[in-house]
């Protein structure tokens, strides 16, 4: 198959694709603060 | 006295000295000067030894301190090494041309059915992707090879930019026992003129045609299908998609423009 003549070299680097939700967690107060 | 000596044997020593002293008692100690001449050679040795060690202990204080300063010097060598080779690799880059995209390039390819299985120009594809080798590689090659360093043909998996690159008949799918499709082109890619040439491959739309069967589609599970066992699924999906040749070159040419990174 005669596709011409080289032009160029392209990186392809795939993005990773998270499968997963990021879960951010809520700061609780501390024993002390509850306290005060 | 060394240090092996304890408290106790010292102070009867220092006892025997002051009975010497006290009383005309060196007839009896015969045996004991005999044992503190024997000791006292040792003591001499054991001094050497120390000394000698202590000299060790400097020489392997002053290695250490020099491996350290070598390391470090290594250490900045090689930092200094990769940002000069860095500026070279840009400079190459950009002399070539080379450019980089986070999501594959899309081309369009041929396979033919034969014996019950789908077939490339020069292999057969049991699935739906394809990792390109060459015979003329050794592990650790920049594979597919650029600049004409192998072939012809040259290494990797071909497709080609527009379905006007095949003849007649081909780009509408209307040749029987023929496959078209579209397949997503990642790794290395080496673009020329009409086509590419690439690492690896995925297929992500096929129009297939197969006795009198024809199946277009874009389903992952289909096209998996259709890969494995292209026989058995064109009967099942046998129809599925089927339009005129026009409409089957346009599906193609739809799935080709997908997710194109400008």
Known sequence: ?36 | MIRVVSEQSAEVWERLGTYRERYPIDHLLEQVDSLERSIQRREGRHHAIRRRLDDLERQVAAAAAELDAVGKEIAGSRTAGALLIEDILDRVRQENDERWSPTPFRGFRVWRIESGAIWGNQMCWPEPRLESRCLRSVPGDDIPHSLLRCGPPACGVYAVKDLEFFPAGVAGCEMRNMAIGVVTLAGKVVEHELGYRAQRASVVALAIHSGRRRVVTDRASEIEALFRAPVDAITRLENKGVSSPDEARAFLERSQKEDTWT
Request: proline residues 6%; without cysteine; aromatic residues 0%.
């Open chain 1, 1 to 36: 198959m005669d596709i011409g003549k080289e032009l160029r070299v392209i990186v392809v680097e795939e993005e990773e694709v998270l499968t997963e939700p990021i879960v951010v967690e809520e700061e609780r107060p501390s024993v002390d603060a509850n306290k005060e």
